[in-house]
């Protein structure tokens, strides 16, 4: 299967695939990109796609008005008392503090006196707090030691809410820590699910744990609550963060953002009560510089959201029941991320380039329409649970894979170039295939030709009739090739382009397509050096096979001949005329060279040469001189032929056919 390249390419490609899905589905479920490239996704999505601010909740603020008021922070217990008071009066719901009253004041009364107000209202919630180390267990985090109010306090409160913040590794908080467990094993919960737990008139004992979700008992239903290894619940931010009071013009009239009250003025009368009366209020420092409260949340830019405006945005998911989980169920995103790698693949082995930019855009595409999808999703009905933001976090790693596949196809295709320009050179010249695939590059290949100076040499072999019928055509055939072999292993040596075999003959070109510097001289090197490896291979017991060769230089049309559907390189002329007529056996005798009288002049006076007189050529007035070279320089024939008896110019020239 791997020896075929089609073959080869699916196994490696489905493998891709495979690999694509198993290490996307395990990063899935390992959470490993989570705090990565999902929760920027993730943060996108609640940015584009806030939840609606209910009037359900309205912070009170201790701002930076409220200190001033009071000449102190933290402020006198008294003035929570009379905050509390006021809110009693105004028919709140829920009172839940985002206040540490972990220690007695210098002034106990203040104590009592908070008290009091809280037994009257009957309705307070103060807040815990874990310190002291953490370990996070089965959907909850466990403390060492508990910072709780004090007794007090603690005895006249309705109920106690942690308020341990949990930001993730890039510093953002997106979940709400609904559940943990003190040093005794006790289980607290977080200060908005008690503060919901108790407007909705439900009992935090009643809470219960099935798998991955908490689930709280009430009249109107059970609000069910998606939580992490942690007992984290994520948080659907309803806006960003409140513009501070000493910016708005008039409380609570920005559309978008919680209603946030200034405490000072909750005390001294000035708010509405149409912005307490039923509803879940929450007292912590905002806008406040003696206080560092405040986190980054997905929707804050380059602000950050006070802690008591994220317990707000925390109870409103669970009073409206949408929990923005942060993707999909591994098992939607294994299937999609499974569509995606391998439509990716598909369309990358299909258009390439192409394929992988349509990938992308289909990619973007089902992005824009998931992140859509989410903002609808959250306008569901009330109690319709978790909204998953899409895994695209996930499904960017299918552009990897799909690189990997393009990737692995451009080796391949380089591999089966490599192979091609091999193959083909086996049928045509290296230096014509090369010039072949340059012209089609520049699209400039064509039928035509252009004038060129150059060497033509044939070869044929004498006595071939006779050679043959004492031979299978098997062994002949063999017979053939081995001498090929052996003289193309020799022009290649000699920068010659063996432009054609014809049975028994051969044709070479010096200088076309390509330049060859010196190339009579090399041609004729060449063909002597020829004639010596044939006749040490008959010496060796070869075959009686011999060749006799004719060479001739001058001009020539050389270029593509044939038809637009199948063409070949050849060369066209007197030239080439002369040096196939030279090939005769009377002439080129057996294991010699002949060579025009252009071709002797053009190798230089170290040759040693036979003139072998004139013949008369087919096509031309004059004769042809003509010469057996025995030597040229350092390269001699090894047998070379006395010379002729008389001059071939009588003889009757058959020429090369």
């Known amino acids: 299967m791997f020896s075929r390249r089609k073959g080869r390419q699916r196994a490696i490609l489905a493998g891709v695939v495979l690999l694509g899905v198993l290490s996307g589905g395990w990063l899935a479920n390992e959470g490993l990109l989570d705090t990565g490239l999902q929760t920027t996704v993730y943060d996108y999505a609640i940015s584009s796609a806030p939840a609606r601010v209910r009037n359900q909740i309205t912070v009170v603020a201790i701002d930076e008005k409220t200190v001033q008021r009071y000449d102190r922070y933290p402020l006198p217990r008294r003035v929570y008392a009379d905050a509390v008071g006021a809110l009693k009066k105004a028919g709140a719901a829920v009172i839940a503090f985002d206040v540490g009253f972990y220690s007695q004041t210098d002034r106990p009364e203040e104590d009592l006196l908070l008290a009091a107000a809280m037994k009257d209202a009957g309705n307070v919630i103060l807040a815990m707090q874990g310190n002291a180390g953490q370990a996070i267990g089965d959907r909850t985090v466990r403390y060492t030691s508990v910072n709780q109010p004090i007794a007090v306090l603690r005895d006249a409160a309705a109920g106690l809410g942690m308020v341990n ?229 996930y499904y960017v790693l299918s552009v990897f894979w799909w690189v990997m596949a393009l990737g692995y196809l451009l080796v391949e295709e380089q591999r089966s170039l490599s192979s091609t320009q091999a193959t083909f050179g086996r049928f045509v010249n290296p230096s014509v295939a090369r010039t072949i695939m340059d012209r089609e590059e520049e699209g400039s290949l064509g039928l035509g030709g252009e004038e060129k100076q150059v060497t033509v040499l044939f070869g044929d072999i004498r006595g071939f009739t006779t050679l043959s019928e004492g031979m299978t055509p098997g062994t002949l055939l063999d017979t053939l090739n081995r001498y090929f072999e052996g003289i193309v292993t020799i022009v290649n040596r000699y920068e010659g382009n063996v432009n054609k075999y014809n049975g028994d003959n051969i044709m070479v070109i010096w200088n076309a397509p390509l330049p060859v510097a010196d190339h009579a001289r090399k041609a004729v090197s060449c063909a002597l050096e020829i004639q010596g490896w044939i006749v040490s291979e008959r010496a060796k017991g070869g075959p009686d096979v011999s060749f006799g060769f004719g060479i001739n ?84 024939n090894p047998n070379p032929a006395p010379p002729p008896e008389k001059p071939v110019g009588v003889a009757v020239v058959g020429g090369f056919h």
């Open 553 to 636: 230089t001058g001009p020539v049309v050389a270029g593509f001949l044939g038809a637009k559907g199948r063409m070949e390189y050849t060369v066209i002329g007197d030239t080439a005329n002369v040096a196939s007529r030279l090939t005769s056996a009377d002439i080129a005798r057996r294991d010699q060279v002949a060579v025009s009288g252009a071709t002797l002049a053009a190798v230089g006076e170290d040759a040693l040469a036979i003139d072998l007189g004139a013949i008369a050529v087919k096509g031309r007035a004059a004769p042809v001189r003509c010469w057996q070279v025995d030597r040229l320089g350092a390269v001699a």
């Open 165 to 393: 913040i949990f930001p993730d590794p890039d510093g953002r908080v997106r979940d709400s820590q609904l559940r943990v467990s003190g040093p005794n094993g006790a289980t607290y919960y977080s200060l908005p699910l008690v503060a919901v737990a108790r407007a909705l008139r439900a009992e935090p004992k009643d809470i219960r744990i099935d798998g991955d979700r908490l689930i709280l008992p009430t009249r109107l239903g059970e609000k069910v609550m998606p939580i992490d290894r942690r007992g984290g619940m994520p948080v659907y931010y309803a806006s960003e963060p409140a513009t501070p009071i000493s910016l708005q013009k008039e409380p609570c009239k920005i559309p978008g953002e919680f209603c946030v009250v200034s405490l000072v003025d909750l005390v001294e009368g000035r708010i509405p009560a149409n912005l307490l009366v039923g509803r879940t209020i929450f007292i912590g420092a905002h806008s406040l510089d003696a206080a560092a409260d405040d986190y980054p949340v997905p929707n804050s830019s380059a602000a950050k959201m006070w802690g008591v405006e994220i317990w707000a945005n925390a109870a409103q998911s669970i009073f409206t029941n949408r929990y923005p989980v942060i993707k999909q169920s591994l098992p939607v995103t294994a299937l999609t991320l499974l569509l995606f790698i391998a439509g990716g693949v598909f369309l990358v082995v299909r258009f390439r380039l192409f394929g992988f930019l349509g990938a992308l855009v289909t990619l973007g595409v089902y992005g824009a329409i998931s992140l859509v999808a989410f903002g609808v999703g959250k306008d569901a009905q009330l109690g319709a649970g978790a909204v998953e933001a899409p895994s695209l976090g």
